[in-house]
């Protein structure tokens, strides 16, 4: 059994974050939350979710995940206004959840979750960190993909540079460690990552304030932030680009 009420504007930032990676994700409602973890087909990106309970409206479930076309929930919510609720409701004996918004019930038959892969969390000790406004940092990942797809982070004690050489121009974002909220650097590093998915995930941060950026040389990069006053939690993990010359 589930009945699950949320704001349309929560559900909606749900979905958008985990669309940026792919297209069928695997929804875990826990006791505590709602728990997702996706990665592309390629393995070159994944996300890391969790919602508290308490960002819902209504939270009455029995522990069950269940798989679901993420273009299917968007379509219904997209027809809704930000403070419009929409409610969820799933039995085992039925095999279908129902989407209401207003005078408007949506039946979505959930996927085999055996088809949906969900990958474990990866541990990394990230060498170097900068948290910042989001919405810088978006600008400047818009701004280097004006030029070119593959992005170069560069940090040392002092700076944390966003560089982009194309072909025939480049993009320089520098920001000194008085303009970022903080800055933390065991040494100087360098990587490389592509834009192709960074600007989508970029769309989604850009608004929400702070976001905290790890990376060090040739690491995955760890991109952390959070929505609905801290009750949605979202880490985006990246795999470096290992070139030989940059």
Request: proline share 4%.
């Given at each position: ?90 039995t085992p004996t039925s095999g279908v959840m129902t989407l209401n918004l207003g005078k408007i019930d949506r039946n979505i ?52 540079t966003v560089h982009v050489q194309g072909q025939t121009d480049s993009v320089t974002v520098s920001f000194a460690k008085d ?48 929505f609905n006053d801290g009750a949605g939690e979202v880490v985006y993990y990246l795999a470096p680009r290992v070139e030989s010359?940059?």
């Amino acid at each position: 059994m589930l009945n699950v009420t949320a704001r349309q504007d929560l559900m909606n930032k749900i979905i958008e974050t985990l669309s940026v990676v792919v297209e069928d994700a695997r929804f875990e409602f826990k006791e505590n939350g709602l728990h997702a973890r996706v990665v592309d087909a390629s393995h070159v990106a994944m996300i890391n979710m969790e919602v508290d309970s308490a960002a819902f409206d209504t939270w009455e479930i029995e522990e069950t995940d269940l798989g679901l076309e993420l273009r299917k929930v968007k379509e219904l919510i997209s027809l809704g206004a930000a403070d419009d609720m929409i409610e969820m409701a799933y039995t085992p004996t039925s095999g279908v959840m129902t989407l209401n918004l207003g005078k408007i019930d949506r039946n979505i038959r959930p996927l085999d979750n055996t088809t949906i892969s969900s990958p474990n969390v990866p541990k990394i000790d990230i060498p170097s960190k900068v948290v910042m406004s989001g919405a810088a940092l978006a600008q400047a990942l818009r701004a280097a993909k004006q030029v070119g797809d593959l992005v170069n982070l560069s940090i040392d004690s002092e700076t944390f540079t966003v560089h982009v050489q194309g072909q025939t121009d480049s993009v320089t974002v520098s920001f000194a460690k008085d303009e970022l909220d903080s800055l933390e650097c065991t040494k100087p590093a360098r990587s490389q990552y592509s834009l192709t998915y960074l600007v989508p995930m970029a769309k989604v941060f850009a608004g929400l304030g702070e976001i905290t950026l790890g990376f060090g040389e040739s690491f995955p990069l760890q991109l952390s932030f959070s929505f609905n006053d801290g009750a949605g939690e979202v880490v985006y993990y990246l795999a470096p680009r290992v070139e030989s010359e940059y």
